[in-house]
């Protein structure tokens, strides 16, 4: 079985002009990219106005997404790390305007500014450390802020990932949640190897009717019943959940001492906040006088 592109290398460096070139001429992977980007388009739920919309394509490569969103009739921007797979795009002249950038470090588009994202097997790679100042947690925590910012409220982001375990589909998800955005994670043909696809569909703003996530595609390529899904895929978080007001502890303050400030710094580390390393001083009770 072929590693995962991810461990291999960082994806400016595995996407190299050789790579870029042979990933764009494959007919199995154009195939397989148009079929994600529809899917990925119809969790979008986007209004039947026949009006354009300005999407968001993250990771968009050599363009093979954004030809199935210029089709669809829609206007993109799309954002990759890897120059030679940009290249690819110019020369093949896509119809979307394309811009070099590292996700992990921000979109940078005027808040409100596109009508809804997709992200076809790009998202996944923030979960590596290519660099040595590379830290998962704080590029989930910028990549989905800035997210949130650039879409317009009422409007959704789909992501589809190869998360490695459930353990990352759920890192990945709670940053989403905290940056706020309301929605879960659709398992399509979840039973199967080969076809099983994951998708974050994530809803920016305040929770409604339009936040509910939809249902995942079953063997016969209609929406699954709740009999046919397993537990792990029913993954789903609303704003309100997050929102609820938090009961009163009673009973007495307990010391703080050194396993609590060791535990609080471990949370404030999972919430992707830069923390002090821990050493042999860390929560010692200092003398009455220096």
């Excluded at 209609?222 to 009673?250: L, Y």
């Excluded at 703080?256 to 860390?282: A, F």
Aim: aromatic content about 6%.
């Amino acid at each position: 079985m072929a590693a995962r592109p991810e461990l291999q290398a960082p994806p400016e460096i595995f996407y190299n002009e050789s790579e870029a070139r042979k990933y764009t001429s494959s007919s199995r992977i154009i195939d397989i990219q148009a079929k994600l980007t529809e899917r990925a388009l119809e969790l979008l739920a986007l209004p039947e106005d026949s009006i354009p919309k300005l999407l968001l394509d993250i990771g968009c490569g050599s363009g093979l997404s954004g030809e199935t969103l210029s089709e669809n009739g829609h206007q993109w921007i799309g954002l990759d790390i890897s120059q030679a797979m940009l290249n690819v795009a110019l020369e093949r002249e896509v119809e979307g305007d394309l811009l070099l950038g590292d996700m992990g470090q921000g979109l940078g588009l005027r808040p409100g500014i596109v009508d809804g994202a997709i992200s076809i097997s790009a998202v996944q790679w923030l979960c590596n450390a290519d660099k040595s100042s590379h830290e998962p947690r704080l590029r989930l925590k910028v990549f989905f802020s800035s997210l949130y910012r650039c879409l317009a409220r009422g409007a959704r982001a789909v992501l589809q990932v190869y998360p490695k375990n459930l353990d990352q589909r759920q890192l990945i998800l709670s940053f989403a949640m905290r940056a706020g955005f309301a929605g879960g994670v659709v398992v399509d043909y979840p039973h199967s190897t080969k076809m099983r696809k994951e998708y974050l569909v994530l809803t920016c703003g305040p929770p409604s009717l339009s936040a509910a996530v939809p249902r995942g595609k079953g063997e016969d390529g209609e929406s699954c019943s709740d009999d046919e899904s397993s537990g792990d895929e029913d993954t789903q978080v609303c704003i309100s959940d997050r929102h609820r007001p938090k009961k009163k502890q009673k009973g007495n303050k307990k010391v703080k001492g050194r396993e609590w400030i060791l535990k609080k710094k471990e949370q404030m580390r999972r919430k992707g906040n830069v923390v002090p390393p821990d050493t042999k001083y860390t929560g010692r009770k200092r003398k009455s006088r220096f």
